[in-house]
């Protein structure tokens, strides 16, 4: 039977470890734990949980951490996660039957969807796909002080297990500094560092310094499509947000010279539209954005733009033009997806007040 050893690495996460273990340990057949400085209980948390609990010193960098756990793992087969991500009950039952799959693949390597982030119903509005798995023996290798990923030799198997996030840390400094003091000591960045430290910057309130990093990453045609395209939409939002909508707009048009158009760009460039009150271009945009077909893509995809966000937009842009009845509609449609959202509600009650009326759609359902 093949084994499985789960690897995380933790610093005072008491509090989110009998959630994450619990979701998980039976299935399993040995849980590392390695503990980078905790000063609360989390030791004693974990072995309460079947766990055997390492420690090594934080040295800003989550790579060396992770290839520390790893390196005490034994099963056939190496799984991580974080302290704050849960299999839901049908991933669990989804991973049990990963578990039979692995015993007749060649895979070296299994990725699962990551819902990372979620909006106020609870609605995933980030996920991506992550390589979370390798064979012990498949010489596999940590790459990154933040932002880590782990390498592994092809072939890779992709599974239907959802990994799922419930982050209960504020987003704070830590993966910042680590990228300032990595710049101030002369350490070499990939371009991959490039973005990720671009988007902390961004993210904390240094989008000047962010700029160039993320046009050296968008004007490489050597790195992966999907880090080039985040970095040109990323470039059109900083634009976006100081007011530069020729400059937001032409980095959003630079995006289609990378692929296929993305929905993620059309709500952007119809939500350029809405402020400008061009309510036909607008109505354009979103209705491209439900027309496209979903990337087949292990990078990020924000949810809201592939669903629910195209139909509330097209609700006012119709409204608008004049078709108070298909705004209606495409309200109902955004319900579909959020069926308590305020700004769903509030439509619901304008277009009653106006004479229409359409039955709203089952709570849940979606497409």
Known sequence: MTTVSLCLIVRDEAHTLPTCLGSVRDLVDECIVMDTGSTDATAAVAREYGAAVYHTPWADSFAAARSAAFQQATGDWIWWLDADDVLLPDDRERFRGLRHTLEGTDANRVSMRYHYAF????QPILDFRVVRMVRRQAGWRWVGR????????DPEWASDVIVTHRRTHPAGERNLRIYDLMRQQGEPFTRRDQLYYANELAQHGRPAEAVPLYRLVAGDPTVWVDDRF??????????AARGNRLESRRALYDTFELGPPRAEVCCHLGYDAVEREAWAEARAWYAAALALERPH?????????????????????YDHLGDVRRACWHNEQAARWHPED????????YFRARGVVLAPPAPGTSG
Do not use: K
């Open 119 to 122: 909006d106020d119903a609870g």
């Open 146 to 153: 933040v932002h880590e990923y782990l390498e592994a030799p």
């Open 230 to 239: 985040w970095a040109c939409l990323s470039l059109a939002e900083i634009d």
């Open 297 to 317: 893509t292990p990078g990020f995809i924000r949810e809201a733009c592939w669903t629910w966000l195209p139909h509330l937009q097209l609700a006012v842009c």
């Open 342 to 349: 305020p700004a769903v509600l509030h439509n619901r009650a």
